[in-house]
């Protein structure tokens, strides 16, 4: 069975074609380090809830819109190894956070693993 990561973060639409392209890097980083797939998923159909929901679990602002992604590995061990690997690499180590189209404050992520697979 898979192990997979995922990340959720809120993206100023004015910055959304930005996001895209440094993702796609991205994306590129870890495929090139193993993982079986990335993929990057904007809201569409993402509403406020009563207690709890993707846009108060990133703060949301006016203009923003929550972004998901996941990366599939073959395990949790291939995971790590992965993404020790991603963390060395010369296109992550360089990127200064200030520079980032997204406030990564807000930004939450962790590690799955499944408890059903069909």
Do not use: C
Request: aromatic share 12%; glycine share 6%.
């Amino acid at each position: 069975m898979a192990y997979v990561d995922s990340f959720v973060l809120a993206v100023p639409q004015e910055n959304l074609e930005a996001y895209r392209k440094m993702a796609r890097k991205a994306g590129k980083v870890w495929m090139k380090h193993g993982a079986l797939q990335y993929t990057e998923w904007v809201a569409d159909d993402v509403q406020p809830g009563k207690r709890t929901s993707f846009p108060q679990a990133v703060k949301l602002k006016e203009g923003e819109v929550v972004v998901i992604s996941y990366a599939i590995y073959q395990s949790r061990k291939h995971r790590d190894s992965v993404m020790a690997k991603v963390m060395k690499d010369p296109l992550m180590t360089d990127v200064d956070p200030k520079s980032l189209p997204f406030d990564a404050k807000r930004m939450f992520w962790g590690g799955f693993k499944p408890i059903v697979s069909l």
